[in-house]
């Protein structure tokens, strides 16, 4: 009966040594995948800017502000997140003393502008792809197709990119000919470009 009870007694303790180490286990990797989940959320914007040259591609796009869009020179994918820095200070009519604005733009909004629930001469880009082709039978003059996303930048901010095309910025603004000025943009993209 002695040697039964001890055997039993190493049994259990085997026992409790697995469990326990099996818990452990599980916590160590329900540790390491959340972990990466919030490190993910929290740190890597942080991480994607400073290590962004060798993980992603960073480049640097002039905006005039009386040249409407910019082509900012590359191709896009829907889904794909892009961070936009931003900086300078840009006239919305040049010789109005008060027409000054950074790139989130001047406290008022328009009908005539492309993002109308924004401010007037705010950074703004688009999206534009292609559809098709086609010649105006009668002039002769290439006719473009295209599908548009527009979307707000400001000084700062991560876009998820609406659609698949060409990346253009500008202002928020269609009467562009009277300004003066640029904003300076980087953007940030999360792979590296050929
Ligand atoms: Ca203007």
């Known amino acids: 009966m002695m040697i039964i009870s001890e055997q039993k007694k ?3 303790t085997a026992e409790i040594f697995s469990v326990g180490f099996l818990i452990f286990f599980i916590g160590l990797l329900l540790f390491f995948v959340f972990d990466r989940a919030l490190w993910a959320d929290t740190v890597l914007d942080q ?18 502000s009386n040249a409407g869009w910019s082509d900012a020179g590359v191709e896009v994918y829907e889904g794909e997140v892009l961070l936009f820095q931003a900086e300078g200070v840009i006239s919305l009519q040049e010789g109005n003393p008060i027409a000054y604005c950074g790139p989130e733009g001047y406290d008022l909004q328009t009908v005539q502008q492309p993002l109308r629930e924004r401010n007037i001469g705010a950074l703004i880009g688009k999206v534009v792809k292609l559809l098709s082709v ?8 290439e006719i473009r197709h ?6 707000y930048i400001g000084k700062e901010r991560r876009v998820t990119m609406p ?3 060409h ?5 928020n603004e269609t009467v562009f000919g ?6 300076r943009v980087t953007v940030f993209l999360p792979r590296i470009l050929n």
């Open 10 to 12: 190493a049994k259990s």
């Open 47 to 64: 991480e994607r800017l400073i290590r962004g040259r060798e993980t992603g591609s960073v480049r640097s796009i002039t905006v005039m």
């Open 134 to 141: 086609e010649l105006d039978k009668e002039t002769g003059e």
């Open 146 to 151: 295209e599908q548009v996303e527009y979307f």
């Open 163 to 165: 659609l698949t095309g």
């Open 167 to 171: 990346l253009y910025l500008g202002i």
């Open 178 to 183: 009277d300004n003066s000025g640029a904003f």
